[in-house]
């Protein structure tokens, strides 16, 4: 570390460190341009002839030119030049090598720097050049003048908050200058910056010392370790080779890598990001800049996707710092997402006005945001954000709310331990690595999660939370689709507890909100048969840690559900996600053909239950197939738990896994049947909305809504039910349709529908077909109905797709 006896006064010769220098940046050989005859000095065109910075987004690099910053041991981030070039670019006048000096201020900024006063820096260009704009040459004069300005006036708020004038600053104190700097002081990287330039450990800062961690936290763009490898990861997602140099990330990737790493909640400031770039809008701020719009956009190397990231960051604290103004420190300028439309008050979080946010006014915000905040997750984040211990009396400040709030955003209001076993899961159904999931294996994925459901829901689901409209889910959007389970969970949860609990326990304790009060113990069991939870051993082993005698909260009882749960879902996984009604079902077919009791039945046994099913193979190719499958099935079952599966190969199966083997082939069919509606969406020329709308109706009519809030299937669902609508739902769907039937049409509807349902029953393939035809004859002026209805539900899939973000 440097010596602490004080450093050099700001501005002299050996604190004017030459940016060039200091960059072991290479001379651009292109001059600057020329006035033109008889022009004035400052009305200068922009030049056409591109300079240093044209082409720096596809320029390699030469070699030993682009220092780098460690963190924790790893490489954070190289290539001050090369950030520096293609900062540069963005901000440029188009087809040319120059920036607008208006522009100069926001460009700073887009790198990271805080001291933008015009009345300062005006005088800096003015030695520079006395025109308008500035080639790239000319830029890195400035910033030679530039970085000497900036630390004399560090050095001037480093004095005004060494209150002691001993020369260095306290870690408390080196937290709230950072702030008044507009610099978000997170925990992790402030940790990690300054074990880096805190060399002796005394745990305060000289000057020198604080100019190294303000380059170090620049250099991250304030992330630390672990949040720049996330976006590093993200980044090589999504970004492509560039003839075999470093990757690129094109601009319209931009939304899906940087919601990869932030969360939905941020889906509407990054399409604003990649709409202003992809379109040729650039960054810049100067009426004077020309229209780029019809220009292909070059893409984003990894050190320029993280300024991205920062200043997706940035506008996130910029909102949330709106809905709070009575509380929030200064802005830091114009957010580049939605300001809220409901503005808060600080005061309506702070229940005794004490200025900071304690953990249960912190729950009772979380309750407005449609969160519920079970204690534990509440206090794992908690810990996470803060410095030092976390204790009764303890509050939150408005930079540790930001924090707070962007990882439960980010997580979803899950655990971190819940994040990634989902992530795991998710990995494992994502078949052929694309980073998304389609609806078949969305199914599979839910059944191995324990719950129950349908492949026609499935699609309502993947509808409900589509944000980028791929038809498919990534993984944050599955983590948003979970999120609404468990919050409908938690809310069927909730009901029963308040209807079960002992009033008189009830708190006012805002932090709970509905939830205070106590379950008695013995009305946990009558609990657990309202939500057909059936009572698990996990339930006899609690003790009175997890059962006190005063009644459980909660939270505790949300504990012991899921305790219960857990040992629920192994045993859906060993039925393969099939109801008790239909694994009886299979049990009896089977030992009606296992004639001597043995547990197993051969391969002609089989095929005799198969045919029962409309499953047995009919070719030598499909037999061949069986019995792979007969060796996948084993495999799952023995994934389930179950120990004597059988030898792979063998022409016999045990029962277990011939449950398994139902399971496969049932995901067969309705692979066959996604096959078929996909075929039929071309063939009646439907767009894919039309057909996700058929498919809600289609849904809706197959079984009356539920009282759920969310996409959880309703509890009278049967998910091992495959029949279609039957005639009395038809009707009810024709006369929700059109006010009258004329006997001539009605006449036709059942010819129509004679042709279509098979043993009674419309499936959804033969319901699309129904649709079309009734579209094509304008059945009882039916089109016209259905077209005012689908503007409305693109109005309202509209609203939806806004509050996704939320």
Known sequence: APPKAGPDPPGS??????????????????????????????????????????????AKPSAGVMPTISLGGKSVTGGDFNRLQAAFKRFKVPDSGDIHKVDLYELLRFLGHVMVDEAGIEPLIQEVTPYEYLDFDEFQSFMDRYIPYERAQFHVVFERFDTDNSGE??????????????????????QEALTAVDLDSSGSLGFEEFVIFLKTYRQAEGFSTDEVEQLLASFNRFAN??????????????????????????????????????????????????SRAGKAFEALY????????????????????????????????????CMAKKQATFDEIDIDKSG????????????????????????????EVVDGTWHDGRELDFNEFFAFMLIVRQREGFNKDAVEEMRKVFNRFDEDDSGEVDSLELAELFRHLGYKVVLDEIHVFVTEVDANNSGQLDFREFLKLMRLYRENELKRYAAVFNARKDKSSASADKSEGDHAGRLPRDQVRPA????????????????????????????????????????????????????????????????????????????????????????????????????????????????????????????????????????????????????????????????????????????????????????????????????????????????????????????????????????????????????????????????????SRAAAAASAAANRGTARAG
């Not at 990231?309 to 957010?335: I, S, T």
């Not at 909660?554 to 996600?577: I, M």
């Open 356 to 383: 900071g946010i304690s953990e249960s006014e912190l729950r009772f915000a979380l309750r407005r945001l449609g969160y519920t905040p079970l204690r534990q997750n509440v206090l794992e984040v908690i810990y």
């Open 302 to 337: 990894f050190s320029e996707f993280l300024i991205f990231a920062r200043k997706v960051r940035e506008a996130v604290y910029e909102k949330l710092r709106l809905e709070y103004p009575a509380w929030a420190p200064g802005g830091r300028g114009e957010a580049q997402g």
């Open 528 to 787: 657990l048969k309202d939500l057909a939870i059936p009572p698990t051993r996990a339930l006899a082993t609690m003790g009175h840690v997890a059962m006190p005698s005063g009644g459980l909260s909660f939270d505790a009882f949300v504990g012991v559900l899921d305790a219960c749960r857990v040992e629920l879902v192994h045993t859906q996984r060993k039925n393969a996600s099939f109801s008790p009604e239909r694994i009886q079902h299979f049990r009896d077919l089977f030992k009606r053909f296992d004639k001597d009791g043995s547990g197993d039945i051969d391969t002609t046994e089989l095929s005799s239950i198969l045919r029962l099913f409309r499953w047995e193979p009919k070719t030598p190719q499909e037999q061949a197939d069986l019995m792979r499958k007969l060796d996948l099935a084993r495999a799952r079952a023995k994934e389930a738990g179950i120990e004597d599966v059988g030898e792979d190969g063998s022409s016999s199966i045990c029962f277990w896994s011939f449950v398994q083997l139902a399971r496969l082939l049932e995901i067969e069919r309705e692979k066959a049947e996604e096959d078929r509606v996909i075929a039929l969406t071309i063939e009646l020329n439907f767009s894919q909305d039309e057909v996700d709308q058929f498919r809600q109706i289609y849904c809706d009519r197959k079984r009356q809504p539920s009282e759920n809030l969310g996409p959880t299937p309703a509890p009278e669902a049967d998910p091992d039910d495959t029949s279609g609508l039957n005639r009395e739902a038809l009707r009810k769907l024709m006369r929700s349709l059109v006010t009258t039937i004329p006997p001539g049409d009605k006449a036709n509807l059942e010819r129509k529908l004679n042709e279509l349902m098979v043993d009674d029953q419309l499936d959804f393939p033969n319901f699309l077909r129904f649709m079309r035809w009734l579209l094509d004859i304008d059945f009882a002026g039916l089109s016209s109905r259905l077209a």
């Open 241 to 290: 080779e560039n003839e075999g140099q470093r990757e690129l990330l094109k601009a319209t990737n931009l939304p899906d890598a940087l919601i990869a790493v932030f969360g939905l909640h941020v889906k509407d400031i990054v399409e604003e990001m990649a709409e202003r770039l992809g379109t040729g809008q650039s960054l810049t701020q100067s009426s004077t800049s020309p």
């Open 13 to 58: 010769a050996s604190s004017a460190v030459s940016y060039r220098s200091e960059f072991a940046a290479p001379q651009s050989s292109a001059s600057s341009e020329t006035t033109a005859v008889g022009e004035a000095p400052a009305q200068r065109k922009p030049s056409e002839t591109p300079t240093a910075g044209d082409g720096a987004m596809s």
């Open 169 to 190: 600053i306290c870690v408390q104190e080196l937290r709230q200058l950072l702030t008044e700097l507009n610099f978000m002081p997170m925990k992790g990287m402030l």
